[in-house]
């Protein structure tokens, strides 16, 4: 099984501006691999300007946030790649394609590190980002799953919300037992 860091990655839209997107970085020998589904603002972006930046955010915000469609989040411009980066990280990679296997549902880009910075010393997520983390990855499959399997899982993800969460969790929590409560929809999500 794979290692995969769950990262926000940011990609230059056709008029410059910032995409971010959570993205789970598959770990392959010595790249990262992107795999984004089909339709993607991120494979239309790495086809056009090949190179992401990948970052740990700080505040789980913005994870849960760019699940439910809220993207804007400050970037700050990255060091050895034309682009940006998730501006409040513990950590950020400056990534650059080398290599695409096409594929009509979900091609795959894989990555070489060009760049890694430390911001911030990470001591550690408490269980509710962690349940935030889970959450925000399960309201990506909706589409995928039963109600009752989502149910489920959420309650059992509400048990750490509920004895470790902050204001920032229980913000994150929110949005995204909205997203969940207004059912299967086109994914926020949008790779």
């Known amino acids: 099984m794979p290692r995969i860091l769950e990262t926000i990655v940011t990609t230059l839209n056709a008029d410059g501006s910032a995409h971010l997107v959570p993205f789970g970085l ?10 984004p589904f089909r ?22 915000r913005v994870i849960a946030g760019c699940v439910t469609g809220r993207r804007d989040w400050a970037t700050s411009p990255c060091d050895r790649i034309e682009g ?9 990679m400056e990534l650059a394609v080398e290599a695409v296997v096409a594929d009509e549902v979900r091609p795959r880009f894989a990555c070489r590190v060009v760049h890694r910075a430390m911001h911030h010393p990470f001591l550690g997520y408490n269980r509710a980002q962690a349940a935030v983390l889970e959450a925000a990855i399960l309201s990506t ?25 902050g204001e920032a969790e229980l913000e994150a929590w929110q949005w995204i037992e909205a997203k969940i409560l207004a059912g299967p929809a086109p994914d926020a999500s949008s790779g």
């Open 141 to 165: 499959r909706l589409h995928l799953l039963s109600p009752d399997k989502i149910r489920s899982e959420m309650d059992y993800l509400k048990i750490a919300i509920a004895k470790t969460a």
């Open 26 to 35: 598959i770990e392959e020998d010595s790249f990262y691999v992107v795999a």
């Open 84 to 92: 940006v980066r998730l501006a409040d990280a513990f950590a950020h």
């Open 39 to 60: 339709p993607s603002p991120t494979i239309a972006n790495l086809e056009r300007h090949p190179f992401l930046a990948a970052a740990a955010p700080i505040d789980i």
